[in-house]
């Protein structure tokens, strides 16, 4: 992230700290990030559309394991990157972390946990938001 | 000051840990002196992406987590540590967003070596027994720094405790606290440094033994208590010789010891040190269980407290959060090149 980026984060803030959602009234679907309007109901949902904390709790779709990092991420290879489906039903990109490499399996139950994402280098912004863990890890 | 005390509370202990014998072959040393000497086997160590934000916002939510609270009853946040992410920019503010106690909420960071913790915990306890806040919680937590080859390197560590304080569902009592301090140089690190100075053997007795002595006699007075009256015994712990050596010149059994003393198995985790070890002591307490607490922080000054454990305790789910044994025996082992490379200890002071 770059200056600029602050703003943009501090908006974010109630989806990456707490996985704040959103659920259309109309048919009870639930989206994250949260949407202005259901794309379904579309009219039918608007002024309907309700905050909805998700509990952070799915399963694996399927990971990667990163050898080759993005700048700021260097530091942390190997790591995994999941699509992870929440019980709620929105899918999530997010790190897998506190769990061996070769334990992560497709459809492990996994629960979210709070980490640093990224920082703007030693003088920048510190961003904090989810990463998911086994739920065996306690 | 029995109608204040703690209403629940969670612990966070990073995952890594490092032995330190491989930080004593790193450095040339022989392992069995370092061990014989401090007493600290392996040391937790906190991954790339953990600080003392995140261990705070998970110590929070475990202690949230074994209560129905609602985080908006929550009105006060304090975060006691030396190694927050910001030199300015509290992290209580991340720590009250993240439990969604903000915006009514009062914060403010502690920095007492490693005694902020504990301080923050007499904050809570004022700010409840004026009816200023309903709950306050009081967090110590550190990922403290030790400049590579330093002494301080084998036992510098992560991990942190948030304790809910209130005067409802009280599951311990705080009967009595009070506190010594003086202006005593014995650990200090210069602002815009990156790790910290020790006055090596000085911080021992006119240091260490003489605060938590002090004010572990006065504490027992103000309560008129002995040392037999205790079920458990919660030192600072520095490294694993120093609470073995102060319980015992107080009259403490090291059995009393034994619950809290972590220090050996996870290392020095600052501000996180003695609100560790109570919180593996109320892992296990029992109603009626009497706890003696005695915190110290570098500068110099200890915080002392005396407990009892009450009926509410059987109603707490503690199963709900991890216990301090579990994350203890939750752990991955790294080299030390892992750890300079996780430490950022490859870049300049």
Not at chain 1, 80 to 108: F, S
């Amino acid at each position: 992230m770059t200056d600029g980026a602050v703003p943009r984060f501090w908006r974010e803030i109630p989806q990456r700290y707490n996985l704040i959602g959103n659920q259309c009234g109309s048919c009870n679907k639930v989206y994250f990030p949260p949407r202005e309007s259901c794309p379904y109901c579309r009219r039918k949902s608007m002024g309907k559309m309700k905050n909805l904390k998700l509990k952070g709790q799915g399963e694996v779709l399927t990971y990667t394991i990163i050898y080759n990092a993005p700048e700021h991420f260097e530091g942390q290879t190997p790591y995994a990157m999941a699509i992870i489906k929440l019980d709620e039903g929105p899918k999530v990109t997010a790190q897998i972390v506190d769990c061996d490499l070769d334990k992560i399996k497709i459809g492990m139950r996994v629960q979210s946990t709070f980490r640093k994402i990224q920082e703007d280098g030693y003088i920048g912004a510190i961003y904090y938001g989810y990463k998911f863990k086994s739920v065996e890890v306690k | 000051m029995k109608d204040v005390g703690i209403v629940s509370y969670g612990a966070h202990i990073p995952r890594l840990r490092i032995k330190s014998l491989d930080i004593a072959h790193a450095w040339g040393k022989d392992p069995e002196t370092i061990t014989g000497g401090l007493g600290v086997f392996e040391k937790s160590v906190p991954s790339p992406d953990q600080d003392v934000a995140t261990i705070s916002v998970e110590a929070a939510r475990a202690a949230l987590l074994r209560t129905n609270i609602d985080p908006q009853d929550i009105g006060a946040v304090y975060v006691g540590s030396e190694s927050h992410p910001y030199a300015v920019k509290p992290t209580g503010t991340i720590v009250g967003e993240a439990i969604g106690a903000t915006p009514l909420l009062k914060v403010a960071d502690y920095e007492f070596a490693c005694k902020a913790g504990t301080a923050a915990i007499q904050t809570c306890m004022a700010l409840v027994k004026a009816e200023m806040v309903r709950y306050g919680i009081a967090i110590g937590a550190d990922t403290s720094q030790a400049a590579p080859g330093d002494a301080l390197e084998y036992a510098a560590s992560a991990g942190g405790a948030a304790f809910i304080i209130g005067r409802e569902n009280v599951i311990a009592n705080i009967n009595e606290t009070c506190s010594f301090t003086t202006d005593t140089p014995d650990f200090w690190r210069r602002e815009g440094r990156k790790y910290p100075a020790h006055g090596g053997r000085f911080t021992g007795t006119p240091a260490y033994f003489r605060h938590i002595m002090s004010n572990a006699q006065n504490l027992m007075e103000m309560a008129n208590t002995k040392p037999e009256d205790y079920n458990f015994a919660v030192f600072h712990q520095p490294n694993g010789k120093f609470p073995v050596r102060v319980a015992k010149m107080l009259g403490f059994t090291p059995e009393q010891v034994k619950q809290g003393l972590l220090c050996p198995i996870i290392g020095n985790t600052y501000s996180g040190s003695s609100m560790l070890g109570l919180a593996s002591v109320l892992d296990i307490a029992k109603p009626g269980n009497r706890i003696f607490v005695a915190s110290y922080g570098s500068g110099a000054g200890s915080d002392a407290f005396d407990i009892t454990v009450t009926d509410v305790m059987n109603k707490l789910p503690r199963g709900k959060a991890p216990l301090v044994s579990e994350l203890i025996e939750n752990k991955q082992y790294i080299d030390y090149s892992t750890y300079t490379k996780y430490r950022d200890l490859l870049y300049e002071d």
